[in-house]
DNA sequence: GATATCTATGAGCTTTAACTCACATTCTCT
DNA sequence: AGAGAATGTGAGTTAAAGCTCATAGATATC
């Protein structure tokens, strides 16, 4: 039975030039997945595409499974840099900016090359267990659980650990089916419009019963989503 | 370049014969899928553990995607049964009520055979576009959206079809992530809870803000999700 | 410019899974 | 019983993807 191959590249290219090799290998790699599809995809196919030797791909990647490896690889640490970025950009900012700003963010990432975005993304299962993929969705709910406890007092779950499985499987298929299956007459605002509303009537501390004199600590019950203000601390 | 491969079922058994064989087939196809993954799964594989010749598996299934694609089929149709049935069951009931149900069939379906059901799904999108997956996803929009029309008084959102998107991808990917990636730490019943209390709070309309006084055509702002009763109609 | 290392080449070997077909067996029906 | 249809068989063909290796060229280093 033939065995799991592996995923992690062979060597690293250390002069300019085959630097440059890699990058056409890789570049090839995500032409001909989108092209032709995962499995019409072949290793003697990429050589080709990427105008290199297949002895040279050979060189640096052991399999094809390490090539899409490498593709999602990179892939992953794109999106997680800017998901990174984005929630240190709206830290500070009320909890439905926020919410509203992320998604947004990823559906934008995640838009720019939706068919690549897609064979890469079916493909995680089968390479995942084999590369950095586990590491970088534990990286995304330690950042989502993160932001949750800076905002303990302002947002309503109290089982965290639940509330993070939650969310961050929502966010990811509700971005990735939003850049990827989305039917036309739909527009991506409405889209995520509705998601943002879902998440934050998720997150939102129930509207207190007695009457709203006092300055408490939570989210207005309807805040407008697109004003952005600093929050009462 | 390798076409793409049929998927459709060469002919049908007609004797009792030749149905059996078809069982085994299959019987063998999820067994070997679960065992050795898709990729290490080859029609020869199968068929020995079918104890059926490989002639005999070529004479019903033109292909090893054709055999998946036959699994995927009966898959999909048994929970689309099943989503038909537990919804004319909870028609009636308060849409809490209702929610809950829904997910919790949904989950402990796929949780029956968790493994199976985490090698078929990975592997729609391969042989989805050629066998009805597609028509199965529209007949559960289609349930969906009859569900929300019927109960429109009682439900917030006004766009039915971004609503319908939204709950269908949230439903679809965190029933099977509960069903084949909860983490160990939380329960199956935690999560539908917190999942339940999402779509919950998505779909209640906003406590009015005046007195409650009069008898109005919505939700309870936090009804008891256990309890069955008949709703004010 | 000599030497060692890094890099590139591609014909061709190996492996394996998909698939066929000529023939054998079993079933159905009169 | 017997004819024709349905079903079953598996060695063998085909196709193609994975991968190696002997060789050659490029680059760095002294």
């Known amino acids: 039975m033939r065995a799991r191959p592996r995923t992690t590249p062979r060597k690293a290219p250390r002069q300019a030039r085959s630097r440059a090799t890699v990058d056409a290998i890789l570049a090839a790699t995500a032409q001909v997945l989108v092209r032709d599809g995962y499995d019409r995809t072949s290793t003697n196919k990429v050589a080709e595409v990427a105008g290199v030797s297949i002895g040279s791909l050979y060189q640096y990647y052991p399999s094809k499974e390490a090539l899409v490896a490498a593709l999602i ?79 303990h007092a302002q947002i309503r779950p109290t089982n ?59 989210l207005p019950a309807r805040a407008p989503v697109t004003e952005l203000h600093p929050l009462p601390s």
Chains 1, 2 share one sequence.
Request: with cysteine; hydrophobic share 45%; net charge negative.
């Open 73 to 151: 690889e990179r892939h992953m640490q794109r999106l997680a840099a800017l998901l990174e970025t984005k929630m240190i950009e709206v830290g500070e900012a009320p909890v439905p900016v926020a919410v509203r700003a992320l998604l947004s963010a990823l559906v934008d990432a995640k838009t720019l090359e939706p068919k690549l975005q897609k064979v890469l993304m079916e493909q995680v299962p089968r390479v995942g267990r084999l590369c950095k993929v586990a590491q970088m969705d534990k990286h995304f709910e330690d950042l989502l659980r993160g932001y949750l406890q800076m905002r």
């Open 160 to 218: 965290l650990d639940a509330a993070v499985f939650l969310l961050v499987t929502t966010g990811a298929a509700v971005t990735h089916a939003i850049a990827t299956d989305r039917p036309e007459h739909i527009s991506v605002e409405e889209l995520v419009d509705e998601t943002a509303e879902m998440v934050m009537r998720y997150l939102r501390p129930d509207a207190p019963a007695h009457d709203r004199d006092e300055d408490d600590d939570e």
